[in-house]
């Protein structure tokens, strides 16, 4: 079976191509999506294509309706959705889409440094799994599909 893994948020940082690079490294059967990263295309495909607004609300509402299409669409067919919250910026979008996806009741792994804890704790507590690296994800990844985990001797965990 190949696992439908769906990255949600910031766009700012290399998370995405260091998750990708680590399934294929450790040879996991995963199909990736992801919303569209670039930035001003994102902002602007509404009116790019279905022509200029004056007002910006309506810029804007044309241009996200537009990636709701993608972006419901590919977490509706998501085996497991990974949504990160990076340092920089707010990611609103990040947070509706672990909402959306807690909803449709996909297991929910995200990735945050240590010092958003507290800001997210409600998110938090609807995730399956929460990590701080994207290598953590990846391991989390490979436990989930193939049942394996790197290095692990035994109990060394509860020690």
């Known amino acids: ?47 790019a294509i279905l ?14 309706r537009l990636n709701a299409i993608r972006t419901r669409t ?6 497991v959705v990974v949504v990160r919250f990076g340092d920089k910026y707010k990611q609103w979008n990040a ?10 009741g996909k297991p929910l ?13 409600e998110i938090d507590a609807a995730a399956s799994a929460v990590a701080e690296t994207p290598e953590q994800v990846v391991a989390l990844l490979r436990y989930v599909i193939d049942g394996a985990l790197e290095g692990y001797t035994g109990r060394q965990a509860a020690e």
């Open 109 to 121: 792994i995200i990735l945050h440094p240590a010092e958003h804890q507290h800001a997210l704790k």
């Open 74 to 79: 590919l977490i509706g067919d998501a085996d």
């Open 1 to 47: 079976m190949t696992w439908r893994v769906y990255l949600s948020g910031e766009i700012h940082t290399d998370w995405r191509e260091r998750i990708v690079e680590g399934a294929r490294a450790a040879g996991l059967d995963v199909a990736f999506s992801a919303p569209v990263t670039h930035h001003e295309a994102s902002d602007d495909c509404g009116v």
């Open 51 to 64: 022509g200029r607004e004056p007002d910006k609300f309506w810029h804007d509402q044309k241009g996200a």
């Open 95 to 104: 947070a509706f889409d672990a909402g959306y996806a807690a909803a449709l």
